[in-house]
């Protein structure tokens, strides 16, 4: 620095202008780390391993929590079809992590647990599984294969299937008189939360998800359940359409006529409701069983899946809401290993029993999702048991019923995550009452538009 | 340097009405202090539940369902003794580096004229004012090409010598007489030797108390460690909780919300208490510290 | 008075020949650390954001020139300006009220006959060091609407639920008043050191003249402090304009963006791997900061 040198000693007006000069002409020189490192592996679809007693080390990184403890008891069963490869399984802050390594290319792991949501946004930086997945194709729910396409590559191994079910409290709908099997539509599901509210007086007896990217989420079940989604094959948006003015006019009409909980999913306020009999109704994903088991207390043991109601006579009865599949990255070392110990795992028997049946984790298996390759979702050989503080009921089997329902046909845009502020904020100002449901198809998808997609 | 001799109570004359004012002011604070500690209260205390109980009822404390469930989970599944290891080096490191080397900035700044001397305090206020996510992604690129993601160096390095250290230094030092460094000025002690023998000496009381501010500084920090560190070992107590967090932060859509926010309040418990220990044994020379930025020259 | 140290020591006779190098050459030696590092760690990193800035770079395969068009992006972006809004807002709610606060509370804890002076002084400082994860958890708890422990109090006293963390109106309060919990300690603590600073023979002669206390904390505390609390104002402004771990944990950002601060969209940017809007809104942030506090840093910087 010329700072230290005795020798100049230029004044301080100087010395700011030789530091701005040179600063300029690093810039210009083009100082600084290189742009565009990383991820420049120029093959882009993983052949499909051909070694006959492959060996070495993979690094798999999961979602701290029970999850990871599940997947960690299964390498045990791994080893003993795979004895040579190590598995390095790792717990990690996933969204904090994945995108800053992959960057820089530096510690990479082979195998990531991600949400099928943010699949798309990273799909430049992961193999293409097209090959290795032929095989298996034609028995994964479609749904599935649809969320994690990007321009004809699949770029994710789907793991689990997330049919949404009507929740209801059973014994409630028993003292007011409803019967639960009859709502075979939302009309009749409004018909029902309307007798229930004229049983008990000050109940709001359907969930409206408040927090904006949950009620996204449930958005695009409902939409799943008519097929469709925010965004064609192309990538095009395509949320004005009937079907979304038909949900989006749906749900109004239940926060119209004071029909609803709004509430965060199982915030205080929520299970508050749900505990107290105001709030009978949950249109939700399999993994609303967890409440019952964990959150509810006054209500335990009344709550019961079945299907979704459907949009028309003789539609779909169940639509995908969330899910995961794992992904490896091409920066990798040992992206073909990783692939078998994903292959076991979804796809080999002693694999998807030990990932979702009875383990020291889920003593009565892991019952909120259900495996999305079809031969292991059979109706008839449940893999976790019935549900115990859900009166015994057996999920798997109304479960898998419905995930075979799912419509394909509806994939994922990358940028869905980045469209919470924009349509996940405009739910909520529906429900609030500011927007009407062509403001917010408007809006938007003006939004979005401008936003997201012009600047991919 | 001039000592307390007239505390301020001192100028107190007695009388019912002060006593009263004494009573009010003692209610006051009584009351202020038990808003500052009752959520953190809260946290403690409900590390003890089990983890259904604190999300079930949150605001119930059964003594007799107390368990210590939460922070055996925490200890078995959490690498939460090799993240407490990690903070310890990486606290000896940066705040060593930060204890030695901000004094001998300040030193600088505070008792010499030299040339540049605002722009290079123009570029300590700079970096006081970088907030830090602005610098998160090209500094991850730079310890890519330096080859030093993952690694201690990464994680000690950027910020080392901490701006705020330096200012408050600056201000600590210019309390110490001038008459005291030219007397060993003239004595023939070098200019380093001013600051070792002279300076550090007096000041010493500050570098407690930036002791103690940088400790809790370092060991609360969790932006930049959460990006650079990757493996276990690398990760840094705040690294470890907020992976933690994950779960639970954003959307409770996990199935062991209710277990990791138990794990969590139980991992926050024992990160809370060592810096809490270290506070209170350390109060009073912090406290000095704070007397010796101000010292009456 | 650095100044006439400077004039003395020129005066003073050489011992020997080195000294006088030494003591132009020592100051630089001084501050070569803080230099080095500053180098290395932020201006290098800097200049190659603002590199990143004329790019629409995301993180892979080549970076494309894009002019000033991400600087075109965010000024007429009704969410930049949003978080600019936001924490603007959020300055309003924390600074004023936690300067007074921390006055306050400083100037009790100030008295050293104060009983329990060690207590409390611990008792302030703790939020600070509890870490933001547990006190996340611990909002979201407290501040439920129907089943929080504010709102239990509050209907004691027949005032009907608050949607705290779940109302546009309410959600920047809330998290002001995290904020104000954690760092007013921390606060409390640099205005006790600008406390002992005052000389106390000022307090005994407005004593003799028989002016209250509440007269000698307007009349001489407040200004004696003047130069402490416009130190702690900068520092709080520029820990509320690069906030965004705090409403990150509690609100994500929401409800419809009122907690959104500039920081956090800031860090939206960068999670979304648009990492040149990252790069340029950066700096618009920088410029911003840095021309807050320009105004203080003329004050506070030492005369050359």
Same mark, same amino acid.
């Given at each position: 620095?010329?700072?230290?040198?005795?020798?100049?000693?230029?004044?301080?007006?100087?010395?700011?202008?030789?530091?701005?000069?040179?600063?300029?002409?690093?810039?210009?020189?083009?100082?600084?780390?290189?742009? $565009?490192?990383?991820?420049?592996?120029?093959?882009?679809?993983?052949?499909?391993?051909?070694?006959?007693?492959?060996?070495?080390?993979?690094?798999?990184?999961?979602?701290?929590?029970?999850?990871?403890?599940?997947?960690?008891?299964?390498?045990?069963?791994?080893?003993?079809?795979?004895?040579?490869?190590?598995?390095?399984?790792?717990?990690?802050?996933?969204?904090?992590?994945?995108?800053?390594? !992959?960057?820089?290319?530096?510690?990479?792991?082979?195998?990531?647990?991600?949400?099928?949501?943010?699949?798309?946004?990273?799909?430049?930086?992961?193999?293409? !599984?097209?090959?290795?997945?032929?095989?298996?194709?034609?028995?994964?729910?479609?749904?599935?294969?649809?969320?994690?396409?990007?321009?004809?590559?699949?770029?994710?191994?789907?793991?689990? *299937?997330?049919?949404?079910?009507?929740?209801?409290?059973?014994?409630?709908?028993?003292?007011?008189?409803?019967?639960?099997?009859?709502?075979?539509?939302?009309?009749?599901?409004?018909?029902?939360?309307?007798?229930?509210?004229?049983?008990?007086?000050?109940?709001?007896?359907?969930?409206?998800?408040?927090?904006?990217?949950?009620?996204? *989420?449930?958005?695009?079940?409902?939409?799943?359940?008519?097929?469709?989604?925010?965004?064609?094959?192309?990538?095009?948006?395509?949320?004005?359409?009937?079907?979304?003015?038909?949900?989006?006019?749906?749900?109004?009409?239940?926060?119209?006529?004071?029909? $609803?909980?709004?509430? @965060?999913?199982?915030?205080?306020?929520?299970?508050?409701?749900?505990?107290?009999?105001?709030?009978?109704?949950?249109?939700?994903?399999?993994?609303?069983?967890?409440?019952?088991?964990?959150?509810?207390?006054?209500?335990?043991?009344?709550?019961?899946?079945?299907?979704?109601?459907?949009?028309?006579?003789?539609?779909?009865?169940?639509?995908?809401?969330?899910?995961?599949?794992?992904?490896?990255?091409?920066? $990798?070392?040992?992206?073909?290993?990783?692939?078998?110990?994903? @292959?076991?795992?979804?796809?080999?028997?002693?694999?998807?029993?030990?990932?979702?049946?009875?383990?020291?984790?889920?003593?009565?298996?892991?019952?909120?999702?259900?495996?999305?390759?079809?031969?292991?979702?059979?109706?008839?050989?449940? *893999?976790?048991?019935?549900?115990?503080?859900?009166?015994?009921?057996?999920?798997?089997?109304?479960?898998?019923?419905?995930?075979?329902?799912?419509?394909?046909?509806?994939?994922?845009?990358?940028?869905?995550?980045?469209?919470?502020?924009?349509?996940?904020?405009?739910?909520?100002?529906?429900?609030?009452?500011? *927007?009407?449901?062509?403001?917010?198809?408007?809006?938007?998808?003006?939004?979005?538009?401008?936003?997201?997609?012009?600047?991919? | 340097?001039?000592?307390?001799?007239?505390?301020?109570?001192?100028?107190?004359?007695?009388?019912?009405?002060?006593?009263?004012?004494?009573?009010?002011?003692?209610?006051?604070?009584?009351?202020?202090?038990?808003?500052?500690?009752?959520?953190?209260?809260?946290?403690?205390?409900?590390?003890?539940?089990?983890?259904?109980?604190?999300?079930?009822?949150?605001?119930?404390?059964?003594?007799?369902?107390?368990?210590?469930?939460?922070?055996?989970?925490?200890?078995?599944?959490?690498?939460?003794?090799?993240?407490?290891?990690?903070?310890?080096?990486?606290?000896?490191?940066?705040?060593?580096?930060?204890?030695?080397?901000?004094?001998?900035?300040?030193?600088?700044?505070?008792?010499?004229?030299?040339?540049?001397?605002?722009?290079?305090?123009?570029?300590?206020?700079?970096?006081?004012?970088?907030?830090?996510?602005?610098?998160?992604?090209?500094?991850?690129?730079?310890?890519?090409?330096?080859?030093?993601?993952?690694?201690?160096?990464?994680?000690?390095?950027?910020?080392?010598?901490?701006?705020?250290?330096?200012?408050?230094?600056?201000?600590?030092?210019?309390?110490?007489?001038?008459?005291?460094?030219?007397?060993?000025?003239?004595?023939?002690?070098?200019?380093?030797?001013?600051?070792?023998?002279?300076?550090?000496?007096?000041?010493?009381?500050?570098?407690?108390?930036?002791?103690?501010?940088?400790?809790?500084?370092?060991?609360?920090?969790?932006?930049?460690?959460?990006?650079?560190?990757?493996?276990?070992?690398?990760?840094?107590?705040?690294?470890?909780?907020?992976?933690?967090?994950?779960?639970?932060?954003?959307?409770?859509?996990?199935?062991?919300?209710?277990?990791?926010?138990?794990?969590?309040?139980?991992?926050?418990?024992?990160?809370?208490?060592?810096?809490?220990?270290?506070?209170?044994?350390?109060?009073?020379?912090?406290?000095?510290?704070?007397?010796?930025?101000?010292?009456?020259? | 008075?650095?100044?006439?140290?400077?004039?003395?020591?020129?005066?003073?006779?050489?011992?020997?020949?080195?000294?006088?190098?030494?003591?132009?050459?020592?100051?630089?030696?001084?501050?070569?650390?803080?230099?080095?590092?500053?180098?290395?760690?932020?201006?290098?990193?800097?200049?190659?954001?603002?590199?990143?800035?004329?790019?629409?770079?995301?993180?892979?395969?080549?970076?494309?020139?894009?002019?000033?068009?991400?600087?075109?992006?965010?000024?007429?972006?009704?969410?930049?300006?949003?978080?600019?809004?936001?924490?603007?807002?959020?300055?309003?709610?924390?600074?004023?009220?936690?300067?007074?606060?921390?006055?306050?509370?400083?100037?009790?804890?100030?008295?050293?006959?104060?009983?329990?002076?060690?207590?409390?002084?611990?008792?302030?400082?703790?939020?600070?060091?509890?870490?933001?994860?547990?006190?996340?958890?611990?909002?979201?708890?407290?501040?439920?609407?129907?089943?929080?422990?504010?709102?239990?109090?509050?209907?004691?006293?027949?005032?009907?639920?608050?949607?705290?963390?779940?109302?546009?109106?309410?959600?920047?309060?809330?998290?002001?008043?995290?904020?104000?919990?954690?760092?007013?300690?921390?606060?409390?603590?640099?205005?006790?050191?600008?406390?002992?600073?005052?000389?106390?023979?000022?307090?005994?002669?407005?004593?003799?003249?028989?002016?209250?206390?509440?007269?000698?904390?307007?009349?001489?505390?407040?200004?004696?402090?003047?130069?402490?609390?416009?130190?702690?104002?900068?520092?709080?402004?520029?820990?509320?304009?690069?906030?965004?771990?705090?409403?990150?944990?509690?609100?994500?950002?929401?409800?419809?963006?009122?907690?959104?601060?500039?920081?956090?969209?800031?860090?939206?940017?960068?999670?979304?791997?648009?990492?040149?809007?990252?790069?340029?809104?950066?700096?618009?942030?920088?410029?911003?900061?840095?021309?807050?506090?320009?105004?203080?840093?003329?004050?506070?910087?030492?005369?050359?």
């Amino acid at each position: 620095m010329n700072l230290t040198s005795r020798q100049g000693r230029p004044g301080p007006r100087r010395l700011i202008a030789v530091g701005t000069a040179s600063a300029l002409a690093l810039v210009l020189a083009g100082c600084g780390p290189s742009i $565009g490192a990383g991820g420049t592996a120029s093959k882009s679809v993983l052949a499909v391993p051909t070694d006959k007693s492959p060996r070495g080390t993979i690094t798999i990184w999961d979602r701290p929590g029970d999850l990871y403890k599940v997947f960690d008891a299964t390498i045990k069963e791994f080893n003993k079809k795979y004895p040579n490869i190590k598995v390095k399984h790792q717990a990690v802050n996933i969204d904090a992590k994945l995108q800053n390594t !992959l960057i820089t290319g530096t510690g990479v792991p082979d195998g990531v647990f991600l949400d099928d949501a943010k699949v798309g946004g990273y799909s430049k930086y992961l193999w293409n !599984l097209r090959d290795v997945l032929k095989p298996y194709k034609a028995d994964i729910a479609p749904q599935k294969i649809d969320v994690n396409t990007v321009k004809g590559g699949i770029y994710g191994v789907p793991f689990d *299937l997330d049919p949404g079910l009507l929740f209801y409290n059973q014994t409630a709908l028993k003292n007011a008189g409803i019967n639960a099997s009859a709502i075979t539509s939302y009309d009749k599901l409004i018909a029902a939360a309307k007798k229930y509210q004229q049983f008990k007086p000050g109940s709001k007896p359907i969930h409206l998800e408040q927090s904006p990217f949950l009620g996204q *989420l449930q958005l695009e079940m409902y939409a799943s359940q008519l097929g469709t989604s925010l965004a064609d094959n192309n990538g095009k948006l395509q949320l004005n359409s009937p079907e979304y003015t038909r949900i989006l006019t749906w749900l109004d009409s239940v926060q119209k006529q004071g029909l $609803g909980t709004r509430a @965060e999913y199982l915030s205080p306020s929520d299970v508050g409701a749900l505990d107290a009999r105001n709030e009978v109704f949950v249109p939700w994903a399999i993994w609303f069983t967890f409440a019952p088991q964990q959150q509810l207390k006054a209500t335990q043991g009344e709550w019961r899946a079945m299907p979704l109601p459907a949009w028309q006579a003789g539609g779909a009865r169940s639509g995908a809401m969330g899910g995961s599949s794992f992904v490896l990255p091409k920066n $990798g070392k040992n992206s073909q290993l990783a692939w078998l110990f994903y @292959e076991f795992l979804m796809y080999n028997k002693a694999g998807y029993s030990a990932v979702y049946g009875p383990n020291e984790v889920y003593p009565g298996g892991l019952n909120t999702s259900i495996p999305a390759y079809q031969p292991a979702a059979n109706p008839k050989r449940p *893999l976790f048991q019935p549900i115990e503080s859900m009166g015994g009921q057996d999920v798997w089997a109304t479960a898998t019923a419905a995930g075979k329902q799912i419509p394909g046909g509806a994939p994922i845009p990358s940028w869905w995550a980045g469209a919470v502020p924009y349509l996940g904020n405009n739910i909520q100002k529906m429900l609030d009452g500011q *927007l009407t449901p062509r403001q917010v198809i408007d809006q938007s998808s003006k939004d979005i538009q401008s936003n997201l997609i012009a600047r991919q | 340097m001039t000592t307390l001799a007239t505390s301020p109570a001192a100028r107190l004359p007695r009388g019912p009405r002060r006593r009263r004012a004494r009573i009010l002011r003692n209610a006051f604070l009584l009351l202020l202090t038990g808003l500052f500690l009752a959520p953190v209260g809260w946290a403690l205390l409900s590390a003890f539940k089990t983890p259904v109980d604190i999300i079930r009822d949150p605001l119930v404390f059964d003594p007799t369902g107390f368990t210590l469930e939460n922070f055996l989970r925490v200890l078995r599944d959490v690498p939460i003794a090799s993240g407490f290891l990690t903070t310890a080096i990486v606290l000896v490191l940066k705040g060593g580096m930060t204890l030695f080397f901000a004094p001998l900035a300040g030193f600088a700044f505070a008792k010499y004229e030299f040339r540049g001397k605002s722009v290079i305090f123009g570029a300590v206020l700079v970096t006081l004012m970088l907030p830090t996510i602005v610098l998160i992604i090209p500094l991850l690129l730079e310890m890519k090409e330096l080859g030093w993601v993952d690694t201690y160096q990464a994680l000690v390095l950027p910020g080392s010598v901490d701006a705020f250290a330096i200012f408050w230094m600056r201000q600590v030092i210019s309390a110490v007489p001038d008459e005291l460094l030219d007397a060993a000025r003239v004595d023939g002690c070098s200019e380093f030797g001013i600051f070792w023998r002279v300076v550090l000496p007096v000041i010493r009381p500050g570098v407690a108390g930036l002791g103690v501010l940088t400790i809790m500084n370092i060991y609360n920090d969790f932006v930049w460690p959460v990006v650079i560190a990757n493996s276990d070992r690398m990760a840094t107590l705040q690294v470890v909780l907020s992976t933690l967090a994950q779960n639970i932060t954003g959307n409770r859509i996990g199935a062991d919300y209710a277990t990791v926010t138990g794990e969590l309040l139980a991992a926050s418990s024992l990160a809370l208490v060592p810096l809490l220990v270290l506070f209170i044994a350390l109060q009073k020379q912090f406290i000095a510290g704070i007397l010796a930025g101000s010292v009456k020259g | 008075m650095t100044m006439s140290t400077t004039l003395r020591a020129r005066a003073l006779p050489r011992a020997r020949k080195g000294i006088f190098l030494t003591r132009t050459l020592a100051p630089y030696l001084f501050v070569l650390p803080f230099v080095a590092v500053f180098v290395a760690f932020s201006v290098y990193p800097l200049l190659f954001t603002l590199r990143l800035s004329f790019t629409n770079w995301r993180g892979i395969g080549p970076a494309e020139w894009v002019g000033l068009g991400n600087y075109s992006y965010l000024l007429t972006n009704a969410g930049f300006w949003q978080g600019l809004a936001n924490s603007g807002a959020l300055w309003l709610l924390i600074v004023p009220a936690q300067m007074v606060l921390a006055v306050i509370v400083a100037v009790l804890l100030n008295d050293m006959k104060l009983r329990l002076r060690g207590f409390y002084r611990v008792a302030f400082i703790v939020p600070f060091v509890t870490p933001l994860v547990a006190i996340a958890q611990i909002w979201i708890v407290l501040f439920d609407q129907n089943y929080g422990a504010i709102n239990s109090v509050l209907g004691l006293i027949g005032i009907p639920p608050i949607g705290w963390l779940t109302t546009s109106a309410w959600a920047k309060p809330t998290l002001a008043l995290l904020f104000l919990w954690k760092t007013t300690g921390f606060i409390v603590i640099i205005l006790l050191s600008g406390l002992q600073a005052i000389d106390d023979t000022l307090y005994e002669a407005a004593d003799l003249d028989g002016a209250s206390r509440s007269r000698q904390l307007w009349s001489i505390t407040v200004p004696l402090l003047r130069r402490t609390l416009l130190f702690s104002v900068v520092l709080q402004t520029l820990a509320v304009f690069q906030m965004f771990a705090e409403p990150f944990v509690v609100t994500q950002g929401g409800p419809y963006g009122s907690t959104t601060t500039a920081g956090l969209y800031l860090y939206d940017n960068i999670t979304r791997a648009d990492l040149g809007t990252g790069a340029a809104n950066s700096f618009l942030l920088v410029i911003l900061v840095l021309a807050l506090s320009l105004g203080f840093v003329r004050l506070l910087r030492p005369k050359d």
